[in-house]
Structure formats: structure tokens, C-alpha cells
């Protein structure tokens, strides 16, 4: 049956009438139509959760998803061929994947969350006394990390023994250095590509061949130290919650903000913003018309934005649902980024970032 | 009917036994309250499913908790054991698609230096961690004024092995995770590389690394088998073993108070395994289906717990409470290297340059039932030993490596010895290869089967070579027949003939290899007697004899 509603669906979206079957959500038992899509690890247990599988089921939907990193996403959306939607965590592979299913439309952007840098409360301290770091006592107590002095000490291969207050920290030595997926198949380690050409490029994003020239030095150093990447952002932040791991690692506010928000203890963990930092924003890639409507529901629907802001999300169309969320919570999140002095790089475009990505990674052009 | 028809017949009455017992288990579940939150994922019952998974063998202490899992998912998981080297291998060259829907070893570090394994990964979730860590005798902890091992760096426990002080057990590098880990974590720390592994820092690293290695006195191609030798070895022996923290205290719970082990995390640095259960792209979407349910099953917290509890590993989601016996203070993770090059680079050395030369003696049947394709088998299997082809030094005849080849029937028809040199010189390990090769494809099929004979003469033709070298090597006996010993001494004589060795040949182990019609009760009782291990090659005598390098 669900799979005559399929058929027929695909006839009429090869027809040009798209809302014609779609389940209207009005009283009554509604048949629900599977979505199948692909979505960074970042939204799994968004997907997963009970309150939302019901609040798109009031809706006729049923999401399906398979959980891949965001970067490779595109080869996996043209490898599989029964995709409603893709759902990743950045813009920068989107064009990609419309390319591959031949989609124009601009895609909606439900929800954002910026990349952060989440560390040990000590840590954050040791780091506070030797200038990587600010506390901001008024707003919240917000940590600040400070991307030009953390850049000057990745060129100067600093370490971690050298700074005043480290000793009482046996765990803290070698090269300082941020952890981060690998950039090649993960959203959340290109985009920390993206953020450092920005500064390393006088603050500039880089869009031309002189821009990759100037950055693919520290790149390349900012990579190789790190040795072995993992694939997904779930891993590196998996790791260091277990205690193993670089103390520093760069990763989602929405993958602290979901743990604060489930009541889980996230122990000594502490979040501290870049003071420059790129911004994830989740877009949903929608090849049906079910999965248009996925999009437009998860930017739409108050429950599911509620939802997302629950999940650590930060809605577009509901900028206080987050900051009523992790009203009180432990780690301290900026409420509002903007008040926080949190600024925002464009990312470069596909081809740029492919191309920087590469010379991180020790094969530039 | 054909054997092959036999056997899908018997797996299909499994798989439907399976199927009836999980489709109860799902209709009584149903009334049960579940035990977790509400804002957990729920776990469906309603699709029951297989998941066939190709593991690493250290994750059989899970089947417990995933029985508890197959209640409440309804997913099955069906395992196959493999090295987590050779498995990443099997990955990368597309051999586990379609046969398997997911993999589970200890890391997927080195499976994802290679672009084509890497594609191969539809996602990966780490569900426990352990870091690779090293487990010192008591005894020995007090004699080296370790205290309670809490504050010890690489440094000391190379320094300690350098000078004699520390002996210990590790697993082949270029097959298991936590010999590879070790590995990293100690060229890492003798080079002071201050982030992740490069060339150079294993070219600094490598006299300390040599030192370090002096001190290892057993190897082994599994982390099982190397936990028996340990238990096996005369006290005094071996001092340590290295292996995941979660191995070492779990073996505890089964030695005498003699040979209780003090994991000790060295403070400048651990290598951590995360073990990913990772989904392969090859799977269809009803296992991805099942993957899904019983990754979200094994991340609840009160499934860590019991994870932890049972497998002394170490819960990934937070705040679920690690098992009381495991210490939470924190260690530096050191990076793994972030390229094939330089991981092989790192193997290669190991196998050809670091690590203490081996003596290997092959004793071969070559009776008359080996005539024909039996004895092209073996010729073949034994001939690719001699390949040179072989970046990370997983199968070939190593550099400096002593290698006798027995050949026997009625009696021993022959022996000859070849030492392949170190590279560099002149001539180089090639020649020597290619020499090894042609005798192995002159062997020739004729006589009786004189087995005990035979083996009691590969003691005699180790004791002479260790009395003329005067060296200290990894020695080991494998002895292949396809057949029942027939001739000569039998296994009463052979035993009185071990009782009578001295210590060290005593302790030299034999892995007998059965193969075509051989007397499985004969082999067993000398890999039981010399503390070896009996390997199957009746399925692939390529597959075995490779296999075995790694106890070599």
C-alpha cells in the first residue's frame, strides 16, 4: 500500500501536480508517507525522538534517515536512488547535490547552529591566563576564544607545556591544536577550513588562486598535526564526552546544547565561542515533493521548532526559542551571538573551499 | 546433493529458527514497559532482522549485552572474527560488501588512510572506548619502584625493557590494533613528536624504539592467544603485557595472585580505541534499518553502563557511569598518523628493523598423498611468503629473519636454512627471497609420514642454530601434514621427548596445521603440549600460512 502511495506520488510529481495526494493533516487517522533522506550524524537523534516523529506524523510524514558525514554527502546522494531529501549540516555541499538530482530552487534553511570549540573547565582556564581565552563575567559567563592568538600559536608550534598553569595538567602536552573531522568527508572540519583562510587571510574569504597561496602553509600545519581524522562529527565529540581525545575540539553548539537540554551531565565540559566563527545552517535538500515538505514543516511547524531549539538548534524563523531553551543550563551558551561579539565569515564558494581543503589536506594545486 | 547446497540449506533453517524466536521474543515484549525514557528512541520489535557484522574478536565479551539487544530491537547480530588490519583490508578491496551489512574492530584509524576504504563507511559509531595501555606483574611493578604505576611515562618502561628489567607480550602490529597502537603511542613518545607522526619523528624514534623492543618476548597474531602464553610462561618470563586497559583487567579476574597485572597508562600518552560499529554503504536499506535501532539501543545510558560493567571499557555517552575499577584521570591522546605512508612506513620498520629477528621452522609433509594439487597448494602458499610485494610487512619473510624449511616423509629428506639479510646491503633480502622460493618449489611428494620424527628433528636443528649464532629470537616451530603420522617415533615418544627439554626450547611453541586427511586429536595434543595453537588450512592453506606470520 505505502508503496502504490509512492508510485503514484512520483507519477504525479513526473506531472507537475505536486499537491494533489499529499496527506492532508486534518482530523482523523492520517496515512503517513515515508520520507527517505540522508542527514549529518549532528540531527540523528532529532530524527529519532519520539515528540518528533509524532509531530510529523500529525503532519502524514515519516522520516527514514540514514546518517552520513554532511561533506560526503553528495556521493551517497548520487549512489542512492530512492532519496527525498538530503539534509546537511552546511550550505557548502548543497549545490552539489542539486547539481546531481538537477534541482534549482533555493533550499530552505530550518534551523542554524555556530562551530564552536568545547573543552575541560581547567583547561579553558589554563588557556584564559595565557590570553588564548576570555571570560565574559557580565553576559552569562561566556568564553570567548580568540582565533588570531590561537593562529599565532599554531604558527609558532606552541605548546601546551609553555603555557603558565599547564604543569598541574599532566594530560596537557604537545603542539596546541584543535581536533576536527576530517574535512574531506565532514561539514564541520571544512568549515573550520573555511573559518581559519578567513582570518589567515587578512580577514578576507578567499576567492582567488593568491588567497589559497597565502593560507596553505598554516592550513596544511593546522591538519597535519591532528594525524588520523574521523569521518563525522559525532566521533570526535563521542570521544572527547568518554575522556579520550584532544582537549580541544571543535564541533556543533548544538551537539553541548542537546546534551545540556536532555538534562544529561556534561561534567566539566565548557563551550567556548570563537570570536570569529563560521555558522552551520542545516538545509534540507528537497529532490520530492514530500521532502519539500519535510522542509517546510521543520522551518514552519511552532512544535518542531520548538523541538529543534530542544535539540540544541537555533530556528531561523524563532531567534528566542534557543535562548529560552538553554535558559539556566549547564555548560553557559551565548543567548543571543550577535550580543556576544560572535562574528560570522561567509564560507567560500564549493570550488574555493574544495581547493583549500586540498592544500590542508597536503595536496594543493 | 552437492556439500554447498547442503550447507544454504542448514543456514536457512537457522535463519528461519531465528526468526521464529525473535518474532516471539517481540510479541511478549510488547506488553513490557520500557525501561527507558520517553525521549529516548524508541526500539521497534516489529521488523525483526540479521545484522551481519565482521568483528574484531575482542568484541565476543559483548554477546551479553547483545542478547539483551535482540530483545529489545529484534536485530540479531551475526558475527565474523577477523584482525582489525585484515579487516580494514577487506573493506578497502570490496571483499566485505554485500557479505557483510556492518563492521565492528577496535578503530577504523587505519581502514580510513585509504580512500577507497574510507568510501566503503556509510557512518561509524563509536559505542565504547579503551585505551591501549600496558598491564605489569605486581612483582615486577615493586622491582622497578614503579609505586602503583599511576605516574609512569614511556620513557621508564623503555628504559626499564632496554636494560633487561621488563619483558612483555605484545600482538603483531601489522594485524592487530592494539600492537599498532602501541606502536604510535611509543614512536610517538620517543620522538617527542608533539602532535601526529611523521616520517622523521620514526626515523628520531627509531634506536629508543629498538632498545624498547629488546624487551619483547612474545608476539602473537591475536590478542587471545597472546593472554594464554602469558598465563603459560615461567614466572619471571614475561613482566607485562601490553593490551587494551578493558583486556587486561578482564584477564585479571581470571589469573592466579601471582600473575595480577597493574594497568599502567603511561602519562605521557595513550592511544585510545573507540570501537565504531560502522555501516557499509553495500547494506540494503532493511539492515541500515537495523543498524539504526541497535546503535540508538547501545548509546542509552543504561545500556553503557552494563557495557562498561561487563567489558571494563569505558561508556561514550555522557553521563552514563563508567564501571568503579577504571581510573578517570585524564591521559594525553596521542594523535594516530594521518597517512597510509607513514602508518605502513611505521609497520614496515617495525617488522624488518625494530623488532627482535625471528627463527621459523617449517616442518612439511611431503609424503606421497601430497602428489598433485595438495602439494601445489602448499608450494603456492609458501612460494607468496617470498613476494616482496608487501607495504606494511603483513606476510613476507622478513628482513633478518631465519627461516629453516624441513621436508619430510619417512623420514627427513632434507633442510636448509636461508637468513634473509637486512635491506640496504648487498645483496639485498630479494635475492634471499627468491632462493627461499626455489626450494620451496623443489619440494617433491614421496614416502611415509615419520610426524614426530620429523619434529623432534626441527628441535634439534633449532638447538644447533641458537648454539652457533649465540643469538636471542622469536622462535617458533609450524608443522603442516595432510596425513597421520604412520612412521617412526609416536606421540607418547614425542611427549617424553618435550618432558626432557630444557627451559627455553621447552617454551618454543609448535602451530601444527591441518590439512587435507591429518589426525586433528595428534595436532591439537602438540599445539596443547607446546603452547601453540592448531590451525584449519583444509579451507585455504594461503589463508593460514599467512595467519601464522603473525605468531612469528
Known sequence: MRRALGVLAALVLLGGVTYALIPDSGPGPTKLVTVTGLIGSEKRAFFENQQVKDELAKQGLEVRADSTGSWTMSDKAKQQTDLDFAFPASAAPVKEIQHIWGLQDSPLVPFYSPLVIVTHAPVARVLQENNLATLDDSDHGVWTFKMDAYLAALKSGRKWQDLVGAAAHPELSGTIFVTTTDPQSSSSGAMYIALLSYILNNRQVVSDQAGIDATKDVLHTATALQGGQKSSSDEPFKDFGAGVGNPLVFAYESQVAQLALSGTSTGDMVVMYPDTTIYSDHTVVARSANGQKLASLLQDDEELRRLEARFGFRPQADPSAFAKAVQGKKPDFAPDLTAAKVKQPQVPAQDYLLKLVAAAKGNAQ | MNPTKHRSWRLAATALALLVATACTSASHSDVPPTAKPTDAPAPTAQPGVLRVLAGSELQDMAPVLEEAQKATGVTVQFAWTGSLDGADAVSSGRADGKYDAVWFPSNQYLRLDDAGKAKLLSETPVMVSPVAVGVRSSVLNDLGWADGSKVTWAQIGDAASAGKLSYGMADPSRSNSGFSTLVAVASAFSGAGAALTEADVQKASPSLKKFFTGQKLTSGSSGWLAQAYTRAESGKVGALVNYESVLLS????????????????????????????????????????????????????????????????????????????????????????????????????????????????????????EGARLNSLKAALGRLTGTDDTRGVSRFRDREEVTLISFASKVKWAKTHAVPASGGQPGPAAELASINADVQSLAAEGGTALYDSLEEAYRVIDRQQKAAGDDRFTSIVLMTDGESNEGATDGDFKKFHDGLPAGPKSIPVFPIKFGEAAVSQLQGIADLTGGKLFDGTASLDGVFEEIRGYQ
Open chain 2, 251 to 370: 584477564l585479571n579476574k581470571s589469573l592466579a595472585p601471582d600473575q595480577q597485572l597493574t594497568v599502567v597508562r603511561p602519562v605521557d600518552g595513550v592511544v585510545s580505541a573507540d570501537y565504531p560499529l560502522s555501516l557499509l554503504t553495500s547494506a540494503s536499506q532493511r539492515e541500515r534499518e537495523s543498524f539504526q535501532r541497535l546503535t540508538a539501543y547501545l548509546l542509552k545510558e543504561d545500556v553503557q553502563k552494563r557495557i562498561s560493567e561487563l567489558t571494563l571499557r569505558r561508556p561514550v555517552t555522557p553521563g552514563a557511569t563508567a564501571a568503579p575499577t577504571l581510573p578517570s584521570d585524564r591521559r594525553r591522546e596521542l594523535p594516530f598518523p594521518g597517512s597510509r605512508a607513514v602508518a605502513d612506513g611505521l609497520l614496515a620498520s617495525y617488522q624488518n628493523e625494530l623488532r627482535r629477528p625471528s627463527r621459523t621452522v617449517y616442518v612439511l609433509d611431503t609424503s606421497g598423498s601430497m
